[in-house]
C-alpha cells in the first residue's frame, strides 16, 4: 500500500510553483508506462463453448500466473486452462513499481505484529521464494530486466536516522550516513540510509507478466483472455465456472482476482480497493544523471507510514528515467473499482511537487507518464487463503501493495491446498488464519479515513502512535511496515 514524506505540499511549493508542476505534467499519458509499448503481446482469443481441464485458474496477474506456471512444474501431464477478463497483466501487475521483494507480510515489523510465532520462519519462506523466483527467470530465460541490488530506505526526518542505525549488523544490510546516501542517491532530503542488498529485486512488471504468460503456454497452459467468469458452480466431484460464451469442468479451481470481488462472496468483506498513483520522467540528461548519482539499480522508499517509493529504469532506447509513486493510498466510499479512480490529478501534482522538492537538480524534468489502479488490501496488509467447495476451490488475496515477489509463493500454497495433503505451508498460521473482515460502508470508509488521519500524525510526531493505532495494532488491524 503505497502511503511519505511528512513534508507538507506547501513547503515543497516553496521549491516548485504551481505552474512548475503543471508544466511539468502536461504532456504526461494517464496510462502505466510499463504497458506503453508496441512490444505487449498480442491478445490471446476469447473462450467459446466448453472446455474440460484439471486445473482451473482464474485471474491473469501475478498471482494467476504462477499458480499455473508452478502447477506445469509440479506435473507436467496436468491440463492447466488459465481465463483472464480483460488482457493478461493490464490491473495491479502491469501498473506496479516493479520491487520484487522477499517479505510475505509487508516488512519485519509488520509480520511481528500479526504472527509473532511464525514471523521468523515466515521470513527465511520468504528469502527461499525470491531465491527460487530468480531462478525460475534464469531457467527460463526470461526478459524480466531483473536486477538484485537491493533496496535503500532512507531516513528524511532526524528521530528516523536511529532506526536506520538499528539495522547495523543485520546480514545483507550496510547502513551509510548522510554523506554516503547522498553520494548512492543525491538528494538534500536524505539523512541517512539503510542499503538492504540481498531481500529486494527490481523487475519490468510488465515484461514480468507477459513472460510469464509465455512460460505458461510453452509448459502447454491454455490461456484465454477477454474471459470473465460469472458463476462458480459444483457439480458433482467437479466444478463448472460459466462465462459468457462458455463453460469450464475442471477438477480443481485457483481464484486469483485479488482486488476484484471474489466468486466466493465470504471474501469480499476482507478486501478493498486502495488507489496508488505512480509517476515516470522522461529521460534524464547525461548532466541530470550525473547530478543524482543512483549508479547500482537499487530501489528507494522512504521510513514514514506514508511513504514514497521510487526507482531507476532503462528505456527501449537505454535513456534513464526515475519512477516516483506513493503517498496518497486513496478509498472511494463504497469500495468499488472502477477506471475511473485510475487517474487522481491532486495526487499526481502531489507527487510532482514532492519529486522536485527531494530531487531540486531535477527541476527541469517533465514526466511522461502519470498513472494508478487499484490494490488489493486486508486489514493485516498480506495475503490470506481459504478452500472452499470440499477442497476443490482454493482462494488468496490481500497482497497489499506487495504481491509481486509474494504472489508467487500464493500460487504455491494454493497448490498445496487443493492436493488435499498437510504440508509445510499448509499448516503456516498466515494459510490458517484470516484477516479481520473491514465493516460495510459507512464505517469501512470512516475506518480508511481516521487510520490515514491517525498514520499522518504519528509521522508528524516522531513515529509515536497514538492511542487509536496502538488499538488497531491489538485487535489485528494495525499497519506497521
Given amino acids: 500500500m503505497a ?67 508452478q502447477a506445469k512444474e509440479r506435473d507436467p501431464q496436468r491440463e492447466v486452462v488459465l481465463l483472464e477478463g480483460q488482457r493478461i497483466g493490464w490491473a495491479a501487475s502491469g501498473r506496479n513499481g516493479g520491487f520484487c521483494e522477499a517479505s510475505l507480510v509487508h516488512g519485519e515489523t509488520n509480520g511481528e505484529n500479526h504472527l509473532p510465532r511464525e514471523n521468523a520462519l515466515l521470513a527465511k519462506l520468504g528469502a527461499q ?33 536511529e532506526w536506520v542505525t538499528e539495522e547495523a549488523g543485520s546480514e545483507g544490510v550496510e547502513v551509510l550516513d548522510a554523506a554516503g546516501t547522498r553520494t548512492l542517491i543525491n538528494s538534500p532530503d536524505f539523512l541517512a540510509g539503510a542499503w538492504d542488498k540481498d531481500s529486494s529485486a527490481l523487475v519490468h512488471p510488465a515484461k514480468l507478466v507477459w513472460e510469464l504468460a509465455r512460460v505458461c503456454t510453452e509448459l502447454g497452459v491454455k490461456i484465454y483472455e477477454h474471459t470473465q467468469v460469472t458463476e462458480l458452480v459444483e457439480d458433482g466431484a467437479t466444478m463448472r465456472a460459466l462465462t459468457a460464451d462458455g463453460q469450464v469442468t475442471a ?41 543524482i548519482g543512483w549508479d547500482p539499480m537499487v530501489g528507494l522508499a522512504d521510513m514514514n507510514n506514508r511513504f514514497h517509493y521510487s526507482r531507476p529504469t532503462i528505456d527501449e532506447q537505454g535513456g534513464f528515467r526515475i519512477l516516483y509513486g506513493g503517498y496518497d493510498a486513496v478509498y472511494h466510499f463504497g469500495g468499488k473499482v472502477r477506471s475511473s479512480y485510475d487517474t487522481n490529478q491532486e495526487t499526481f501534482e502531489k507527487l510532482a511537487s514532492h519529486f522536485f522538492g527531494s530531487f531540486p537538480q531535477l527541476r527541469e524534468v517533465k514526466f511522461s507518464h502519470a498513472w494508478g489502479g487499484a490494490i488489493d488490501t486486508c486489514s493485516r496488509f498480506f ?99
Avoid at 139 to 149: G, L
Wanted: contains cysteine.
Fill in 383 to 481: 495475503s490470506f487463503f481459504d478452500l472452499a467447495y470440499g477442497g476443490k476451490v482454493a482462494y488468496c488475496a490481500g497482497f497489499t501493495g506487495l504481491g509481486v515477489g509474494a504472489t508467487r509463493f500464493g500460487g504455491k500454497v494454493m497448490l498445496d491446498l487443493l492436493s488435499g495433503a498437510k504440508t509445510e505451508l499448509t499448516e503456516l498460521e498466515l494459510v490458517r488464519t484470516k484477516p479481520i473482515p473491514f465493516p460495510p460502508e459507512p464505517a469501512a470508509w470512516v475506518g480508511v479515513k481516521l487510520m490515514t488521519s491517525h498514520l499522518v500524525k504519528a509521522d508528524r510526531n516522531e513515529g509515536k502512535r497514538s492511542p487509536f493505532l496502538k488499538l488497531m495494532d491489538k485487535i489485528g488491524m494495525g499497519f506497521d511496515s
Fill in 129 to 161: 521464494n525470491l531465491d527460487e523466483l530468480q531462478a525460475t527467470v534464469e531457467r527460463y530465460t526470461m526478459d524480466v530486466d531483473f536486477t538484485r541490488d537491493g533496496v535503500l530506505n532512507v531516513a528524511t526526518e532526524p528521530h528516523q536516522i
Fill in 251 to 291: 477438477k480443481h479451481v485457483a481464484l486469483a482476482t485479488n482486488v476484484f470481488p471474489s466468486l466466493l462472496k465470504r471474501h469480499r468483506a476482507h478486501v478493498i480497493p486502495v488507489y496508488d498513483y505512480a509517476l515516470m520522467t522522461e529521460p534524464l540528461t547525461e548532466e541530470q544523471r550525473a547530478a
Fill in 3 to 69: 502511503i511519505t514524506n511528512p513534508i507538507s505540499f506547501d513547503r515543497h511549493e516553496a521549491k516548485a510553483s504551481r505552474a512548475h508542476i503543471s508544466a511539468s505534467l502536461a504532456d504526461a499519458k494517464h496510462t502505466s508506462y510499463w504497458l506503453d509499448t508496441d512490444k505487449r503481446p498480442a491478445p490471446k482469443s476469447a473462450l467459446h463453448g466448453s472446455v474440460d481441464t484439471d486445473l482451473l485458474v482464474v485471474g491473469g496477474g501475478y498471482t494467476g500466473l504462477w499458480t499455473a506456471l
